[in-house]
Nanobody
Framework: VQLVESGGGWVQAGGSLRLSCAAS????????FGWFRQAPGKEREFVAA????????VYADSVKGRFAISRDNAKNTVYLQMNSVKPEDTAVYYC????????????????WGQGTQVTVSS
């Protein structure tokens, strides 16, 4: 399984960005996926997760109401729409495949992408 993130970059505070995560494999649609992020000097933290059908989602309090996770099973792709971004959203963002149901813990994910950098300027 390979996960490849894209869509990161530089954005001004208050702006928007959409991250994509393309997954290889024919069983994409039976797995839940999540997004995590890691800022310099900080631990990796949970951002959002989505169930295998896409009907259930969960968000970190810090992004609730601003970010939206979605998936397109026909394209084997998971998205993270980031709106009203803040400088504290600056981090490397990682996509990951859950090893069971969708959850908020890094240990609950067994495959990870290489990450994409998001930088928000004030």
């Amino acid at each position: 399984v390979q996960l490849v993130e894209s869509g990161g970059g530089w954005v001004q505070a208050g702006g928007s960005l959409r991250l994509s995560c393309a997954a290889s494999g024919r069983t994409f649609n039976i797995y839940a996926f999540g997004w995590f992020r890691q800022a310099p000097g900080k631990e990796r933290e949970f951002v959002a997760a989505i169930s295998w059908k896409g009907g259930s989602t969960v968000y970190a309090d810090s992004v609730k109401g601003r970010f939206a996770i979605s998936r397109d099973n026909a394209k084997n792709t998971v998205y993270l729409q980031m709106n009203s971004v803040k400088p504290e959203d600056t981090a490397v963002y990682y996509c990951a495949r859950a090893n069971q149901t969708y959850n908020i813990f890094p240990k609950g994910y067994d495959y990870w992408g290489q990450g994409t950098q998001v930088t928000v300027s004030s």
